[in-house]
């Protein structure tokens, strides 16, 4: 956790992300603190959908990042809240998606993109190089 005390964190709102089977990036919204010091989450979860979570359950033991919300951190939460129960989708609806709409107000998926992008990079490849022996 490089030092990091996951019971002093403060940042109710914040986007927490850490590194997912070592390609993707899990990302959730800090919701608090209950009062025996447990942080809690949300997160959108495959097969799960969105639910709660700790952040010790989240972080697995990783090294975590928090990032500020643009919008104003309580409503984030409240975005995040109204979402409970949702299903989780891959390409629609993923811990990016949900966690960027929430505090950011715009669903995205930054390593969906990328992955997007690296898979129509290798199908034109494919594509020219098939082309060319044919």
């Known amino acids: ?6 019971h002093q964190i403060d940042q109710t709102g914040f986007i927490v992300s850490r590194t997912k089977d070592g390609l993707f990036t899990h ?19 495959n097969p799960s959908g969105v639910r709660w979570t700790t952040l010790d359950t989240f972080a697995s033991k990783q090294q975590i990042k928090i990032t500020r919300p643009r919008l104003r951190p309580d409503f984030t939460v409240q975005r995040a809240v ?29 390593d969906l993109a990328n992955w997007t992008f690296i898979g129509i990079m290798i199908a034109g490849s494919l594509a020219v190089s098939n082309s060319k022996h044919s």
């Open 1 to 6: 956790m490089n030092g990091i005390n996951l």
């Open 27 to 45: 990302t959730a919204i800090i919701v608090g603190k209950d009062d025996r010091g447990t942080v809690w989450l949300i997160e959108n979860d």
């Open 82 to 110: 109204s979402q409970l129960g949702k299903p989780y989708s891959l390409f629609s609806h993923n811990c990016q998606h949900f966690t960027s709409w929430a505090a950011n107000g715009k669903a995205s998926s930054p």
